[in-house]
Every structure is written in structure tokens, then in C-alpha cells.
């Protein structure tokens, strides 16, 4: 087991954008999906946006329309394209993959947690 490489955080305006990337070890032929996800001060960790190996996606509502999740299959890379930030998407962002839509993606992942990337939207 590969700890995910996660990076691309950053201090950021209300309003601007940041692009994360997850370097990981995993093919899509090993796994179900990847995800990003992200904790925020004094909060759980939770899922925000996850991949499929056959590239559905899904969101949750707060990020919606604002972050796009894509892979690049030839070197295992997934991003995470994070667009109209708010003060709100402060957070430790992290990527880790599981292997069925059975598994609980929070608890049952693949990879060890890596130590992830921050985010700061703040003025």
C-alpha cells in the first residue's frame, strides 16, 4: 500500500480557483473509484467529489456546478479543478480510492491517508 501523493493547495481569494492533483498508485483497473475529499477545522473528514474507473462522477450539492473531478489513466493522476471559492471549501484535501460501490468510501479505502493538501480561501 502507497500512501496517495496529494498537492496544488494554496492560499486563495473568495472567488478564485486552485487545481489539485493526486499522484497514486492504483490503475483504474485495481479500483472501483477515486475520490477527493476534505476536512475541515474541527470537522470530520467527508467525500466531496468521486470518479469512477469508467469515469462517472458525482458531487456533493455544495460543490456542484463549482468543482470538476478528471483523471489522467496514463499516469494514474486525478485532479480535483476547484473553481468560485468560498470561505466555506477551507480544508485539508485528500484523494483515496476504494474498490466496490459496496465499500463505505470514508472507511474502507484502499490506501493509507496521505497528508494532503491545503486549501485556504480567505481575503
Known amino acids: 500500500q502507497v500512501q496517495p501523493v496529494e498537492s496544488g493547495g494554496g492560499l486563495v481569494q473568495p472567488g478564485g480557483s486552485l487545481k489539485l492533483s493526486c499522484a497514486t498508485s492504483?490503475?483504474?483497473?485495481?479500483?472501483?473509484?477515486t475520490g477527493w475529499y476534505r476536512q475541515a477545522p474541527g470537522q470530520q473528514r467527508m467525500l466531496v467529489t468521486s470518479i469512477t474507473n469508467e469515469g462517472r462522477t458525482n458531487y456533493v450539492n455544495s460543490v456542484k456546478g463549482r468543482f470538476t473531478i478528471s483523471r489522467d489513466n496514463a499516469d494514474n493522476t486525478v485532479y480535483l479543478q476547484m473553481n468560485s471559492l468560498t470561505p466555506e471549501d477551507t480544508a485539508v484535501y485528500y484523494c483515496?480510492?476504494?474498490?466496490?460501490?459496496?465499500?463505505?468510501?470514508?472507511?474502507?479505502?484502499?490506501?493509507?491517508w496521505g497528508q494532503g493538501t491545503l486549501v485556504t480561501v480567505s481575503s
Open positions: 483515496n480510492s476504494f474498490s466496490s460501490p459496496s465499500k463505505d468510501p470514508l472507511t474502507e479505502v484502499l490506501d493509507p
Open positions: 492504483r490503475s483504474i483497473f485495481s479500483i472501483y473509484a
